[in-house]
């Protein structure tokens, strides 16, 4: 069965950091790019970020580029996000969130989700 | 930025009824790159549509996408109990890569 499980999410003071993991399992990670998506409370989905299947190219939404950064270890499918300087409005649930298609750069659509991780930025 | 807006924003219908979403984009989208998803409360999004309307992995054929251009739909033909949630519908696009709407809720009435 093909599966992402979140992990890190906590509660963090404004002008924190904090590192999101995702562990897959199932399928190939290493031929999938992978993505997060973020839930404010009550609001809709955001896309956050995305990386390759290779690794070698990303993209970050303009909200959080040059504060987050995405990663991958295809030797130990593991998928992560460093949350730095981290704002009230980065509060929210972040899913990781697989590909459809392999060995694209970026997929045109998203067929798995993790259950999510909750990120909390409050003093 | 291509923005996404669906309609209605909340759906009210019974066990058994058609449900009829809509997505418009601002500009014209390739079909190949529109997506809908379902939500339901406390839980992930779930790919229910790729290529506007090709079914995901496991979805019934109660569901049914069609459109082009700027107006794309999502059917849902007899609406079931563990239909209730809320629709999603996504684009591919250029910076950002993705972009999804502000969703509609179908709820019962």
């Known amino acids: 069965e093909v599966q992402l499980l979140e992990s890190g999410g906590d509660l963090v003071q404004p002008g924190g950091s904090l590192r999101l993991s995702c562990a897959a399992s199932?399928?190939?990670?290493?031929?999938?790019?992978i993505n997060w998506v973020r839930q404010a409370p009550g609001k809709g989905l955001e896309w956050v970020s995305s990386i390759s299947y290779s690794g070698g190219s990303t993209d970050y939404a303009d909200s959080v580029k040059g504060r987050f950064t995405i990663s991958r270890d295809n030797s130990k499918n593991t998928l992560s996000l460093q949350l730095n300087s981290l704002r009230a409005e980065d509060t929210a649930v972040y899913y990781c969130?697989?590909?459809?298609?392999?060995?694209?750069?970026?997929?045109?659509?998203?067929?798995?989700w993790g259950k999510g991780t909750a990120v909390t930025v409050s003093s | 930025e291509i923005v996404l807006t669906q309609s209605p924003g909340t759906l009210s219908l019974s066990p058994g009824e058609r449900a009829t979403l809509s997505c418009r984009a601002s500009?014209?989208?390739?079909?190949?790159?529109l997506a809908w998803y379902q939500q339901k409360p406390g839980q992930a999004p779930r790919l229910l549509m790729y290529a506007a309307s090709n079914r995901a992995t496991g979805i019934p054929d109660r569901f049914s996408g069609s459109g082009s251009g700027t107006d794309f739909t999502l059917t849902i033909s007899r609406l079931e109990p563990e239909d209730f949630a809320v629709y999603y519908c996504?684009?591919?696009?250029?910076?950002?890569?993705?972009?999804f709407g502000p969703g509609t809720k179908v709820d019962i009435k």
């Open positions: 500009q014209s989208v390739s079909s190949r790159y």
């Open positions: 996504q684009q591919y696009g250029s910076s950002p890569i993705y972009t």
């Open positions: 969130a697989k590909g459809g298609e392999e060995y694209q750069l970026v997929s045109l659509y998203m067929d798995v």
């Open positions: 199932g399928f190939t990670f290493s031929s999938f790019a």
